[in-house]
C-alpha cells in the first residue's frame, strides 16, 4: 500500500539526450496517476517497464506541446489494442486543455478515432481550486499557476490517507512565483517544483520570467511551505549540462534534500 512517484523525465520544452519531457508517474495501491503526456511518454512509459494498460488516471497540467503532445500517441496505442475488455484511464484537465487535446487527437489520427471517445473525462475550473476524490482515500486538489494566456496551468496536489497513510506529493507544472504555491505545497511529502530558470546563470531572471520559475524561488517555496523534499524539474538542456549549480542555488534557501530526478528514479514516500 505504498505511494511511489516515478519520474519519467525532467526537461523542459527541448528534450536532453539524457531526459525526455517532464512527466512523473504516481502509484498508490492499484491506482496508477500519469501527469503530463510530452511526444515520448509511450517510451518513457516502456523505459520504466509500464504498460498504458496499467494507466488509471492521466492529468495535463497544460496544453502547450511538451506536455500534451504523447496525447495523440498514447490514445493509438488504446485504439491498436484491439482488446474490447481494456479499460481506458480517466482524463483529467481544464476545459481548455481539453479542447486542445481535442483538436491534437482529430489532427493525428482523428480516422481510426474508436475507443478514445470512451475515455472518462474530469473537467477542471481553470481559474479556482478545485478537488476531485479519485479513490476513498487519495483526493487531488489542483490550483491555478501563472503561466500563460494562450496554456493556463493547473498545479496538481495528490493526497493520500487510510491505507496508503497521510501523504501529499505537489507538481507546480510551469509556473511563474506565485501565492497559490504556498497552499499547493504546504506540508507536503515531495514537492516537483519547476526550475526552468537559474538565478545564478541568469541573474536577471531571477524572480521568474516568461512564466517560469528559477531553482532559487523553488528553494524558498519548498522553505515556506515546509515541504519534505525538493525535486528540481522542467529543466533547460543546457542547464542540465550544469544541473549542480540548480541543486546548490535550490539548496541555499531550503535546509531540506533537493534533488534533480534522473529518469526512471523511484521515490517511495
Ligand atoms: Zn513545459
Ligand atoms: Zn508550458
Not at 500519469?34 to 488516471?57: F, K, M, R, Y
Not at 481548455?96 to 489520427?109: C, G, N, P, S, Y
Not at 501523504?167 to 526550475?195: C, K, W
Request: charged share 15%; glycine share 6%; proline share 7%.
Amino acid at each position: 500500500m505504498s505511494v511511489e512517484v516515478i519520474f519519467l523525465g525532467v526537461s523542459a520544452a527541448l528534450p536532453h539526450r539524457d531526459t525526455a519531457n517532464a512527466a512523473y508517474l504516481v502509484r498508490i495501491g492499484n491506482e496508477r496517476i500519469l501527469i503530463d503526456c510530452g511526444p515520448c511518454i509511450l517510451q518513457q512509459l516502456d523505459s520504466v517497464n509500464v504498460s498504458p494498460a496499467e494507466l488509471t488516471h492521466v492529468f495535463f497540467t497544460h496544453r502547450h506541446g511538451d506536455h500534451t503532445l504523447g496525447y495523440p500517441m498514447l490514445m493509438l496505442w488504446y485504439e491498436l489494442q484491439e482488446n474490447p475488455n481494456l479499460a481506458l484511464p480517466t482524463l483529467i484537465a481544464s476545459a481548455q486543455t481539453f479542447a486542445a487535446l481535442d483538436t491534437l487527437m482529430d489532427t493525428a489520427f482523428g480516422n481510426v478515432e474508436g475507443v478514445t471517445a470512451s475515455a472518462p473525462r474530469i473537467v477542471l475550473p481553470q481559474d479556482a481550486p478545485a478537488e476531485v476524490q479519485i479513490h476513498p482515500h487519495i483526493r487531488l486538489r489542483t490550483f491555478p499557476m501563472q503561466h500563460s494566456d494562450f496554456a493556463p496551468v493547473l498545479g496538481v496536489r495528490i493526497e493520500t490517507r487510510g491505507p496508503f497513510g497521510e501523504h501529499a506529493i505537489a507538481f507546480t507544472g510551469d509556473t511563474l512565483p506565485n501565492p497559490n504555491i504556498g497552499v499547493l505545497a504546504q506540508e507536503a511529502d515531495l514537492l516537483v517544483h519547476e526550475a526552468t530558470l537559474s538565478a545564478t546563470l541568469e541573474p536577471q531572471y531571477a524572480e521568474g520570467a516568461y512564466g517560469h520559475s528559477t531553482a532559487q524561488v523553488a528553494g524558498r517555496n519548498a522553505r515556506a511551505a515546509h515541504a519534505r523534499r525538493l525535486a528540481l524539474t522542467h529543466i533547460e538542456a543546457a542547464t542540465l549540462e550544469q544541473r549542480q549549480i540548480l541543486i546548490e542555488e535550490a539548496q541555499r534557501e531550503f535546509e531540506g534534500q533537493v534533488f534533480i530526478p534522473v529518469p526512471g528514479l523511484r521515490l517511495v514516500l
